[in-house]
């Protein structure tokens, strides 16, 4: 979207140089408000590529989901080994066996 403001059919009533600085102001301030606004365009996701990212996203989340649930289970069942270390260690940094 191009903004077009109006420049210069500002009243010469104004002064010359005023009406220069005012017109070269607006100029300057139109040309950044376009160059912003193709900048911002350049920065829009179509609806396959956020389509693909959410179905990446959920891809990694069920496999996060699987690899908790395979840990739960192995910590129910006793033969999470990481958890033994853990608890172990715990204990017999309680009890004054280890440091």
């Not at 002064?15 to 911002?40: A, C, H, P, Q, T």
């Not at 908790?68 to 033969?79: A, P």
Request: net charge negative.
């Amino acid at each position: 979207m191009s903004i077009k403001l109006k420049t210069d059919n500002l009243s010469p009533g104004l002064g010359n140089d005023f009406r220069n600085d005012l017109v070269d102001n607006f100029s300057e301030i139109e040309k950044e408000i376009n160059n912003l606004d193709s900048i911002n365009n350049s920065d829009q996701v179509t609806k396959e590529e956020l389509d693909e990212k959410l179905d990446e996203l959920k891809n990694d989340f069920a496999k996060d989901n699987e690899v908790l649930k395979e840990r739960i289970n192995r910590i129910l069942l006793g033969t999470d080994v990481e958890s033994i270390e853990i608890v172990v260690n715990r204990i017999l940094n309680e009890k004054g066996v280890s440091k």
